[in-house]
T-cell receptor
């Protein structure tokens, strides 16, 4: 499978716990995006990497959120001290710089904070 | 905040009928994209229309773009039950620090009844 993969697909955690999600983009894509989607809404941008550099973070990304892409390949998104409001689908997408902006999305990680 | 607004929010039709969804946006764009999302899954890119195009076709999909009204429409002809999904329009914001992050509308939930 050469598409974007995310792990885990589902995560249930208790409030206050830390969680980490992983995204493996399409191998030749140098751009990687994280989005968050709540029920009934469209995805909202969280952060963007070009290769290993995190170039932009949304105001939605509070201090409890951190994302990395250490080798310019896979990326992780960590949420510390989770809150019930963090419950959402976390989507990862990748694309090629200079392309037509088409982004390829992974299946998402659905987070439920109890 | 969401730039786009889709209309209607929900649409229910019979198999074989056509489905039309509309999207409005607020800022200048280079292109506009439509994505489909099956329940609980990631997004799939359907079609991209550039700002200098007025209409584009892809199979049973027809997209129009009116930059003077900042609006777009997606027409699905001869709908099938498998077309049941949420449909989102998205506009890229292209700058060095954000790659081409997408701003999504709130989506139209399409139900095609067999």
């Amino acid at each position: 499978d050469t598409g974007v993969s995310q792990d885990p697909r589902h995560k249930i955690t208790k409030r206050g716990q830390n969680v980490t999600f992983r995204c493996d983009p399409i191998s030749e894509h140098n751009r990687l995006y994280w989005y968050r989607q709540t029920l009934g809404q469209g995805p909202e941008f969280l952060t963007y990497f070009q290769n290993e550099a995190q170039l932009e973070k949304s105001r939605l990304l509070s201090d409890r959120f951190s994302a990395e892409r250490p080798k310019g390949s896979f990326s992780t998104l960590e949420i510390q001290r989770t809150e019930q409001g963090d419950s959402a689908m976390y989507l990862c997408a990748s694309s090629l710089k200079g392309g037509n902006n088409e982004q390829f999305f992974g299946p998402g990680t659905r987070l439920t904070v109890l | 905040s969401q730039q786009g607004e889709e209309d209607p929010q929900a649409l229910s039709i019979q198999e074989g009928e056509n489905a039309t969804m509309n999207c409005s946006y607020k800022t200048s764009i280079n292109n506009l994209q439509w994505y489909r999302q099956n329940s609980g899954r990631g997004l799939v890119h359907l079609i991209l229309i550039r700002s200098n195009e007025r209409e584009k076709h892809s199979g049973r999909l027809r997209v129009t773009l009116d930059t003077s009204k900042k609006s777009s429409s997606l027409l699905i002809t001869a709908s099938r039950a498998a077309d049941t999904a949420s449909y989102f329009c998205a506009t890229p914001t292209t700058k060095e620090t954000s790659g081409s992050r997408l701003t999504f509308g709130e989506g139209t939930q399409l139900t095609v009844n067999p």
